[in-house]
Nanobody, 123 residues
Framework: QVQLVESGGGLVQAGGSLRLSCAAS????????MGWFRQAPGKERELVAI???????YYKDSVKDRFTISRDNAKNMVYLQMNSLKPEDTAVYYC?????????????????WGQGTQVTVSS
């Protein structure tokens, strides 16, 4: 298991930007598929973006062209750059890690989770 700690959340006006960071422990970080998920009040947790060990990415349709996921394996870090934020992006954002050897979008295949960071977008 890898330990994950998110940071960078906050309150921003619609149209603004935030950058979330996720610090991971462990010597095998580069082997993990890393993902950002979010959960709004009263809603199920959903996938936002994922990045494979080789850098392949996948995005939820509603965040394509606005969000960018990236990783720095040398620093054990994953980032989510969020631009053109909308009120509907308001949620707790979670960083997660999966050991499966493919780019998975299944929440159940992510075995390690951070504590979450709140993102609030005001209209």
């Amino acid at each position: 298991q890898v330990q994950l700690v998110e940071s960078g959340g906050g309150l921003v006006q619609a149209g603004g930007s935030l950058r979330l960071s996720c610090a991971a422990s462990g010597r095998t970080f580069s082997m993990y598929v890393m993902g950002w998920f979010r959960q709004a009040p009263g809603k199920e947790r959903e996938l936002v973006a994922i990045i494979g060990s080789g850098g392949s990415t996948y995005y939820k349709d509603s965040v394509k062209d606005r969000f960018t996921i990236s990783r720095d394996n040398a620093k054990n870090m994953v980032y989510l750059q969020m631009n053109s934020l909308k009120p509907e992006d308001t949620a707790v954002y979670y960083c997660a890690a999966s050991r499966v050897p493919y780019l998975t979008t299944r929440l159940s295949e992510f075995g390690s989770w951070g504590q979450g960071t709140q993102v609030t977008v005001s209209s």
